[in-house]
């Protein structure tokens, strides 16, 4: 399996090296960590190139816009160039503790889509409370390669992500009981467009919700998706998988 998004950052954990290592125990053999701005960017890089199954994306996230210079996108383009990079992310808008810079994020999202685009890397997408201007931009910017992290909007809009050539990766969310919506997205979208991710150390699956997260819960996630499907959980490990590798091309 593969987590394909998460924060391996010192400032949450104290045994990184521990934690990449119990992951194979658990069938978790690549992560791909992702960075939000631009120390977190350099600092999940390194992390990348230390170790052979771990992969980044990096970006300035809409919580950064506000701390984000032009200089850091000039720093952030040049760390696109390192071959451990394999996608830009997370980027989007988060309307949801202010909109008041609601334009200084779309440029900044509009910014860093059209960078995707010429270093022809997908995008992670981080929407909260944002989807409609989220949707709107994407498309105008006609991206076709990427995918919604950690998707927790209606069924509508899945099909409309879906119909730009995006994925939907699914977290630990779906595991409440009260998450009625993305529990409904699994029911029908097709795992054609489904990816694992745990959002660590945020959003712990259950039985762990409200403690620290893991890459090594993806299993507890690829099996709720198989028990809301109805089918059998290595269906889910081996699609996921192949929808994770030819996107990011890992």
Not at 188 to 207: F, G, M, R, W
């Amino acid at each position: 399996m593969i987590d394909t998004h998460c924060h391996l950052e010192k400032e949450y954990y104290d045994d990184i090296d521990e934690i990449i290592g119990k992951c194979k125990n658990f069938g978790v053999d690549k992560i791909i960590v992702s960075g939000y701005n631009l120390d977190s960017s350099k600092e999940m890089l390194n992390l990348a190139n230390k170790y052979d199954n771990i992969y980044a994306t990096i970006g300035i996230s809409p919580q950064d816009v506000d701390e984000a210079s032009n200089n850091d996108l000039i720093l952030l383009e040049e760390l696109l160039k390192d071959k451990k990079v394999v996608g830009i992310g997370e980027i989007g808008l988060d309307y949801h503790y202010t909109k008041e810079n609601k334009e200084k994020q779309k440029q900044l999202f509009i910014t860093q889509l059209r960078l995707a685009k010429k270093y022809n890397l997908p995008v992670v997408i981080h929407s909260r409370d944002a989807i409609n201007d989220t949707y709107e931009i994407l498309k105008s910017e006609n991206i076709e390669c990427g995918t919604m992290h950690c998707y927790s909007g209606s069924l509508e809009y899945a099909h409309k992500f879906i119909d730009l050539g995006l994925y939907l990766s699914i977290g630990g969310v779906s595991t409440f009981k009260n998450a009625k919506e993305i529990k409904k997205v699994i029911e029908n979208i097709s795992l054609d467009n489904l990816l694992l991710e745990t959002d660590s150390p945020y959003l712990a699956p259950e039985p762990h919700r409200g403690k620290k997260n893991y890459p090594y819960y993806i299993p507890l996630i690829a099996q709720n998706i198989a028990n809301i499907k109805k089918i059998s959980v290595d269906e889910v490990k081996n699609k996921t998988v192949l929808n994770t590798t030819k996107l990011f091309d890992i």
